[in-house]
């Protein structure tokens, strides 16, 4: 069992050198993207919900 565990690690350090790590200015770029494409996701359902709530207001009324 144990050198079944202690096989496991090691071949996980082997693959993990052979992944292709992001730089760290890829990183914040992506991140970047990430954070101005969900602000402005934000706007558009949070305008939309208003227009959708303001069209229900004026049809109960």
């Known amino acids: 069992m144990a050198n079944k565990a202690l096989q ?7 693959e993990l050198k052979k992944v292709s790590w992001s730089t760290r200015d890829e990183i914040i770029s992506s991140t970047t993207v990430v954070l ?3 602000a ?3 706007i558009f359902v ?5 227009i959708f709530s ?3 207001n004026l049809m109960i009324r």
Do not use: P, Q, Y
């Open 36 to 38: 101005i494409s969900v």
């Open 54 to 56: 303001r069209t229900i």
């Open 46 to 50: 949070g305008i939309c919900d208003l």
């Open 40 to 42: 402005l996701l934000a």
């Open 8 to 14: 496991f690690v090691n071949e996980v350090k082997t």
